[in-house]
């Protein structure tokens, strides 16, 4: 899953229906030099690239998460200034368990584009985008209520559904569905 | 046993100043003017369960922090669980104020995992219910806002459209508010004739009943005061506070899904986008009202153009099959079983797909591994993303204008919390 270093396109092997190659030339060859600009921008970032119903999934290496994205909005040729949706989540495998998912959107070229970063229960930190989109600071919030994943350097990290003495985090795959009695306290009368 | 404090409580400056008729004290110390106020969850004008801290310096709001979670289901974990027909009723109590929109919204995600496109007819009835969830969400707007700061007429009036459309509703899918009515590959059952002359007299005289609730706000004097400057959001803040919907098209930024990345058959249909450049409570009340407007032209040119055929794809091992051939037919009995009990298959990936809700960019992130139930769903609800600027625009503002300004984002807390 995840590449050492070096650079590779897998292509998933599912068949693609004619409706969602509709993608006109110029928008896929505009994502093509993005990759390619953020490979030769960002060499050891880019661990690996993979597409799936016309959309693009990249693998950034963890630390370098905010300056990737601080280049993806700045540089003229790509303008991904929109982060429509950052979230979590628990692949429960025995290292690189979680992954925080950013999808990104360019009002310019209207183009969206998936940036992805892992991290490992022995370290749960990962750093937070909010310098780079104000509007990060919530959906990061729910990231750490969700699945208790840290995000650095964002100044108001608080359960975002939660209760604040709850203990668990509830969309990880090891909390059950019905839940944990007596994990929420009931109000005393 | 009385308990024994450590401290002697002090005595309020403000108090002791009085005891002594003192009329020179002064108070410089901020913490003598300032306020907490706790406004919500039970709150008429905070649009359901939302629950704001304000902190006041006499009438003026310093900062305000918004508590989510009093609605939270954990529809997230559950998706996890059910499979990805289940799912569907699941998506109605999202927005409830428009469920149709919600409906359209995720079996187009999913129908996007499985690489299954649904047949013309089909596509048009979900642009059509889609733009009428979107009529009925934006009449709740524009009349909450006018109940909000105090012009009770226009919400009577609005919400007797919405009762039309609540009858639309329920002559198409059996249901008024939990409609449930899209399936994957298709919707649950065709448009009869009947219900599409309701939604022709309904669009015939919408216009009309529409330029009336205008007419008691856009020149309404009181109206125009508690709105118009009030709540303002710069273009780069929208856009970096992922503003999106109606919210954002009234920071000036013009943007709109159904347009920029087109989904059903909107490619195929003509009609503008309203953008304001103001940003102003009063900007998002208009790009509202111009927004039913164009809705109404798209629910005609669809009605005019819709096709006949069938409503379902034909792909058996992902679509439900009709009941009567489930009854009747082997095959169709093996697949109805076979997805009932295990799902469709999807292929292993990851998919998201964003449309222009009522609320703003509505999206489903889906990740499947090939199992009949998705392992990660993540719900983009435009409610929880548009709360997130509300402390940016309360601030500085009087204490009366915080219901306007939450009126004009227009919050559904059941999609903010999911």
Request: aromatic letters at 10%.
């Amino acid at each position: 899953m995840h590449r050492a270093s070096g650079y590779t396109i897998t292509r998933d092997s599912c068949i693609l229906t004619p409706v969602f190659l509709q993608l006109e030339f110029d928008k896929r060859s505009m994502l093509t030099k993005v990759v390619e600009k953020l490979k030769s921008e960002f060499p050891a970032s880019l661990l690996e690239a993979k597409e799936f119903r016309a959309e693009t999934t990249l693998h950034i290496r963890k630390e370098d998460i905010v300056a990737v994205c601080g280049f993806l909005r700045d540089d003229p040729d790509c303008r991904f200034d929109y982060l429509s949706d950052l979230c979590g989540a628990d692949a429960y495998t025995p290292e690189n368990r979680f992954e925080v998912i950013y999808n990104l959107y360019s009002l310019a070229s209207k183009q969206r584009l998936r940036l992805k970063v892992f991290t490992d229960e022995t370290d749960m930190h990962v750093p937070s985008v909010t310098s780079v989109w104000a509007g990060a600071e919530w959906p990061e919030r729910e990231a750490y209520d969700m699945l208790g994943i840290i995000f650095d350097g964002n100044k108001d990290l608080r359960r975002m559904y939660m209760p604040e003495e709850f203990e668990y985090f509830p969309l990880r795959k090891d909390f059950p569905l019905m839940g944990i009695p007596d994990s929420i306290p009931l109000p005393r009368k | 046993m009385d308990p024994v404090y450590d401290v002697e409580p002090k005595k309020s400056k403000i108090l002791q100043a009085l005891e002594d008729k003192d009329t020179s004290a002064q108070f410089t110390d901020p913490l003598e003017n300032e306020m907490i106020i706790n406004m919500g969850p039970q709150h008429p004008a905070t649009h359901g369960v939302l629950r704001l801290l304000i902190k006041l310096d006499g009438e003026t709001v310093v900062t305000s922090v918004p508590e989510l979670g009093y609605l939270h289901r954990g529809y997230e974990k559950l998706a996890e669980n059910c499979s990805y027909h289940e799912f569907i009723p699941h998506t109605d109590r999202l927005d409830y104020i428009s469920p149709l929109m919600n409906n359209t919204a995720y079996v187009l995600a999913v129908e996007k995992l499985l690489g299954v496109e649904t047949p013309c007819r089909a596509q048009f009835i979900r642009v059509i219910i889609s733009e009428l969830a979107r009529i009925s969400s934006h009449l709740l707007a524009v009349g909450a806002l006018g109940l909000d700061i105090g012009a009770v007429t226009v919400f009577m009036w609005t919400f007797r459209e919405r009762e039309k459309l609540y009858d639309i509703f329920e002559n198409l899918t059996g249901a008024r508010f939990t409609t449930s009515y899209t399936r994957i590959g298709g919707i649950s059952q065709d448009m009869t004739d009947a219900t599409k002359q309701m939604i022709q007299d309904f669009i015939d005289q919408f216009p009309a009943k529409l330029a009336e609730c205008e007419s008691l706000l856009n020149r309404n004097k009181i109206f125009i005061g508690r709105t118009d400057g009030v709540g303002v959001m710069s273009r780069e803040n929208a856009i970096a506070m992922g503003f999106s919907g109606p919210n954002l098209r009234a920071s000036g930024v013009d943007h709109d899904i159904r347009r920029s990345n087109p989904y059903l058959v909107y490619d195929e249909l003509d009609f503008n986008v309203p953008v304001y450049n103001d940003g102003d409570s009063l900007a998002r009340y208009y790009v509202r009202v111009n927004e039913m407007k164009e809705s109404t032209n798209i629910v005609q040119q669809a009605l005019d153009k819709i096709p006949a055929g069938p409503v379902h794809a034909f792909e058996p091992k992902k679509v439900l099959p009709k009941k009567e051939r489930v009854y009747t037919k082997m095959e169709e009995l093996i697949h109805d079983f076979m997805i009932i009990n295990f799902g469709v298959d999807p292929p292993v990936g990851e998919v998201y797909h964003a449309v222009e809700g009522s609320k703003g960019e509505l999206g489903f992130y889906i990740q499947s591994k090939g199992e009949g139930h998705p392992w990660r769903l993540k719900i983009r609800s435009p409610s929880f993303m548009n709360l997130q600027s509300l402390p940016l625009l309360l601030q500085g503002r009087m204490i009366s204008d915080v219901v306007a300004i939450i009126g004009s984002i227009d919050p559904v807390m059941g999609e903010a919390d999911k």
